[in-house]
């Protein structure tokens, strides 16, 4: 058996870390597989400082891999990492562990973003009102537009049936918008209204989308 690749003790921890999401079948699910984590997941998970530049000198290094999961049409990438799986056997033996062998990502895979929960939340409410004519038609045909109030008022009313506490936070829409996976327009003028009603619903590049979803119990910070 070759010795362990010498490994800086910055990184240690976090490759630590990423071997036992894989190993437990936690982190995120991306291109086929579990244990991919954001840089933030990372930094909360292990609490190491500069845990970005670890990272990327890891990758460069080919202890981990990366792959960028942005949302459409933004300019920078997100990215989240996974432990190779020569690294993971280095970690396997310096704890004396039976190695678990890390099995590669799958080529392709379906279109997956990291989103904050708020805006996942958002999102989720949007595609609701896509799928479930409400009782309020704000523009004449078209049922699916909406109010932030009355997508809030969705949140609130699953929250009663499952007990689950889910929000958006201002301006989750607006930014769902400038990722061109939300439309917004203006309600029709009414007497009274001092300010113009802003509109939102889904688009269909929302409606494809599916955001990351975290697997097990591991803290995350989420980011997009």
């Known amino acids: 058996m070759k010795p362990p690749k010498p490994t ?37 998970a292990t609490g190491v400082y500069g845990a970005a530049e670890e990272l990327r000198k890891a990758f460069r290094n080919g202890r981990v891999i990366r792959q960028d999961v942005r949302v459409p049409d933004a300019t920078r990438p997100v990215w989240v990492y996974r432990i190779t799986d020569e690294s993971a056997r280095d970690i396997a033996d310096l704890r004396e562990q039976v190695h678990v062998p890390v099995p ?44 932030s109030l009355q997508l809030t008022g969705w949140l609130k009313a699953q929250y009663a049936t499952t007990g689950v506490d889910r929000v958006f936070m201002p301006g989750d829409l607006e930014r769902l918008v400038t990722h061109r996976l939300a439309s917004t327009r203006h309600a029709p003028a009414q007497p009274g209204r001092k300010k113009p009603l802003n509109l939102y619903r889904i688009t269909v590049a929302g409606a494809a989308l599916r955001p990351l979803v975290w697997y097990g119990s591991v803290a995350r910070r989420g980011s997009s």
């Open 104 to 147: 590669p990502p799958s080529p392709g895979g379906e279109q997956r973003a990291l989103l904050s929960d708020t805006l996942v939340a958002a999102l989720d409410a949007l595609l609701h009102a896509a799928e479930n004519p409400a009782e309020r038609e704000w523009i004449p045909g078209e049922p699916e537009w909406r109010t």
């Open 8 to 44: 800086p003790a910055s990184l240690l921890p976090i490759l630590e870390h990423l071997h036992d999401l894989v190993r437990e079948g936690h982190g995120f699910e991306v291109r086929g597989v579990h244990g991919w984590a954001s840089i933030a997941g990372v930094d909360t």
